[in-house]
């Protein structure tokens, strides 16, 4: 059985990166960490106390659930109240406030809202249930669009006619581009995900290295894997140099998962795609190429929602481009919580502002 | 969204994986790694298998880890 989960959270270990982070940090510098995952970890850790004080670790777009634009979440609540149909999602989507209502509140009204573990269960779901249409709302990065990919594929084999997906699925170089370009936020390093690596392999960071001159560091989420990639990134910074270093070989092949990548590509093209936040980013998503059209459920329904109305507190936007903190929203703690999120970033298990409220600054 | 846990290959019908996630009997699709096989160790994303992992790779990434920041 394969352990090393303990030795990726050796407290020895990290405390010696700790050791060596403050001993070469001399300057201060901002690292973003763009997933969801690494934001958790990094606050359920306690690393942003364990760098030292030089180094503010300001959260990216990595989190699918919080860059899902309002008006296709009332896109996909729009769906769940149509007639005959089962719409399927993922958990952290589920709660997701939209301009009025949210699947959660649909289901409560007698929709049929189903929370799967993958695109296989929404798949299996309309096999056994052939008199529904089963709508699956495809989000996620790269990591995840295979997935969703592979169940298109499936469905096309087995020929189900009842199986469609609501594809708002996006990709990470685009926005990253977007958000690096844009001058808004400061970043003088990044921990680049590392699952969305896995598929992707790490050359898709290469432009930040060479036209931003900013390290890159592919990372793993346990503490260790994170301090390291830190330590890394602030050796780099201080000698002002730019470079992109894989540190979570064990799962991350410089070239990704090229089965994966092609299977992709197969069913989905690129396509301009809006983000919350930071609004539409040309060929940051992806849509399904016209073999697989049918599969469509925007089209096949053809759902129209009026222009999303964002709750005018909410600060999600600014937040989700690293210029503001959770604590500077009006809502934070306050009428805003897990318990009863008015923003994506409180929905979601990775948002940065659960991560707020759940571990503190 | 994107976590992703590893697990173990221990049967194989249809494309699709019995895992086993330390203990826990997991279903995962295999449309997404090439030629897996019973016993293969696999990295789980949303009932997906994404990628093959092997020890030797979980140790090269502790060396790695320890060569940085020193014995």
């Known amino acids: ?80 109240k149509l007639e005959g149909i089962t719409v399927c999602t993922f958990g952290d989507l589920f709660y997701v406030p939209g301009s009025s209502s949210s699947l959660a509140e649909s289901k409560s009204e007698g929709a049929d809202v189903r929370v799967v573990y993958s695109a296989d269960d929404a798949l299996n779901l309309a096999g056994r249930q052939r008199d529904k249409k089963v709508v699956f709302i495809s989000i996620g990065f790269e990591t995840t669009a295979p997935t969703a990919a592979a169940a298109i594929l499936r469905a096309q084999a087995e020929g189900l ?23 808004d936020t400061k970043i003088d390093a990044l921990i680049c995900p590392g699952h969305v690596s896995t598929i992707t392999g790490i050359e898709i960071y290469r432009f930040i290295v060479e036209e931003f001159k900013i390290p890159c560091c592919v990372c793993g989420f346990e503490p260790l894997d994170i ?4 330590y890394i990134l602030a050796g ?14 064990r799962v991350v092949r410089d070239e990704g ?45 053809n759902i129209d929602v009026p222009p999303a109305k964002e709750n005018p507190g909410c600060i999600c936007g600014e937040v989700l481009r690293g210029i ?17 999120p008015q923003g994506a970033c409180m929905v979601s298990s990775e948002g940065i502002c659960s991560a707020w409220y759940k571990y503190g600054d | ?69 020193g014995r």
């Open chain 1, 1 to 80: 059985m394969i352990k090393f989960v303990d030795e990726y959270r050796n407290p020895a270990l990290c405390l010696k990166a700790s050791e060596k982070i403050k001993a070469i940090s001399k300057k201060k510098i901002r690292i973003m960490e763009v997933c969801g995952g690494h934001t958790m970890a990094i606050r359920k850790n306690g690393l942003n106390k364990l760098v030292g004080g030089n180094i503010t670790f300001i959260s990216g777009p990595g989190c699918p659930v919080c860059v899902t634009a309002l008006q296709d979440v009332d896109t996909a609540i729009a769906l769940s």
């Open chain 1, 257 to 301: 998962n090229k089965k994966a990548r092609s299977i992709m590509r197969e069913v989905f093209e690129k396509a301009d795609a809006p983000w919350r936040g930071i609004g539409v980013i040309p060929s940051s998503g992806l849509r399904l190429r016209s073999p697989y059209k049918r599969f469509a459920a925007r089209e096949r329904f």
């Open chain 1, 236 to 249: 780099l910074s201080e000698e002002n140099k730019a470079e992109l270093v894989n540190a979570y070989k």
């Open chain 1, 161 to 183: 006619d009842n199986f469609y997906i609501l594809a708002l699925n996006k990709t990470m170089p685009a926005a990253l581009r977007a958000i690096l370009g844009s001058g």
């Open chain 2, 1 to 69: 969204m994107c976590w992703a846990v590893p697990g173990k290959i221990i049967d194989i019908q249809d494309n699709r994986a019995t895992v086993d996630i330390a203990g826990l009997r997991k279903q995962a699709a295999l449309d997404l790694i090439a030629q897996p096989r019973v016993g293969d160790y696999v990295l789980l994303h949303a009932g997906f298998a994404i990628q093959k992992v092997s020890e030797e790779d979980a140790s090269l990434t502790i060396d790695f880890f320890k060569g940085r920041l």
């Open chain 1, 324 to 340: 503001k903190r959770p604590a500077d929203c009006p809502l934070f703690a306050k009428t805003c919580s897990p318990s009863r």
């Open chain 1, 227 to 230: 301090m390291t990639g830190v």
